[in-house]
């Protein structure tokens, strides 16, 4: 079973930039698209970013231009660099992997216990 370990999150001020990683264990990285999914108190779970097999990627509106998703097959890692963090980023982060067709994508494995980024005014 594969097993995801995030990690980089911190408090911030608004405009300020972190970098998030996760680590997954299992020999099926490269096999799937991987996700960065967010969880802010009283809200629902939501995809913020997508990263193909071959690359290519997908985010949601909220984070367009300033959230970039990649990834490195060679360390079984996923990257989520964030800039220009807003009040409204603050959240659990967590990564997972799954099947991405269209602009969709269905995560499959368990889900991680996040790293928490709090961004501050």
């Known amino acids: 079973q594969v097993r995801f370990v995030e990690s980089g999150g911190g408090l911030v001020h608004t405009g300020e930039s972190l970098r998030l990683s996760c680590a997954a264990s299992?020999?099926?990285?490269?096999?799937?698209?991987m996700a960065w999914y967010r969880e802010a108190p009283g809200k629902q779970r939501e995809a913020v970013a997508v990263?193909?097999?071959?690359?290519?990627?997908n985010y949601a509106d909220s984070v367009k231009g300033r959230f970039t998703i990649s990834r490195d097959n060679t360390k079984n890692t996923v990257y989520l660099q964030m800039n220009n963090l807003r009040v409204e980023d603050t959240a659990v982060y967590l990564c997972?992997?799954?099947?991405?067709?269209?602009?969709?994508?269905?995560?499959?494995?368990?889900w991680g216990q996040g790293t928490q980024v709090t961004v501050s005014s």
């Open positions: 299992g020999s099926s990285f490269t096999a799937n698209a």
């Open positions: 997972n992997h799954g099947t991405f067709i269209g602009a969709g994508f269905t995560p499959l494995g368990s």
């Open positions: 990263i193909a097999v071959g690359g290519s990627t």
